[in-house]
């Protein structure tokens, strides 16, 4: 985020790119600590584009497994030192699998409007989640 002052006005913007980039870099660190992360996508406004100062990056972390409850991973799976505020949102394949069944709408629109910004390949090269 940019602030330039022009006398009594000041202009704030939100460089889009830059902030995916660092978003993306800090995915990256965390996928390195946590084997378990499948693949991460990005959605709401910072992927659609419509994002303003303020705007958060909103990731949906596609996880192979977890014994863990859903509140309890949030801390686990967001990543650090990024210049835009991070809500993470980190579900099983199995959840959500069983989600995608049910129409769930939060998950439809969050991988329809959604960009991969991460995806753990296997030795094959071929992507290791399924979702």
Do not use: C
Request: aromatic share 6%; charged share 30%.
């Amino acid at each position: 985020m940019e602030i330039h002052s022009i006398g009594s006005v000041t202009i704030i913007w939100l460089d889009r790119k830059a902030a995916v980039q660092a978003v993306k870099q800090a995915v990256r660190r965390l996928a390195r600590r946590r084997p378990e992360i499948r693949k991460v996508v990005l959605f709401g406004s910072l992927a659609r584009g419509d994002a303003v100062p303020g705007s958060d990056a909103d990731l949906l972390v596609v996880l192979a497994d977890s014994d863990r409850p859903f509140l309890d991973r949030m801390p686990l799976y967001r990543p650090t030192r990024v210049p835009v505020g991070v809500d993470v949102f980190p579900y099983t394949e199995e959840e959500l699998t069983e989600m995608i069944k049910e129409s769930n709408a939060f998950v439809k629109r969050a991988l329809s409007e959604g960009m991969v910004i991460f995806e753990r390949r296997g030795e094959n090269g071929t992507a290791k989640s399924l979702i």
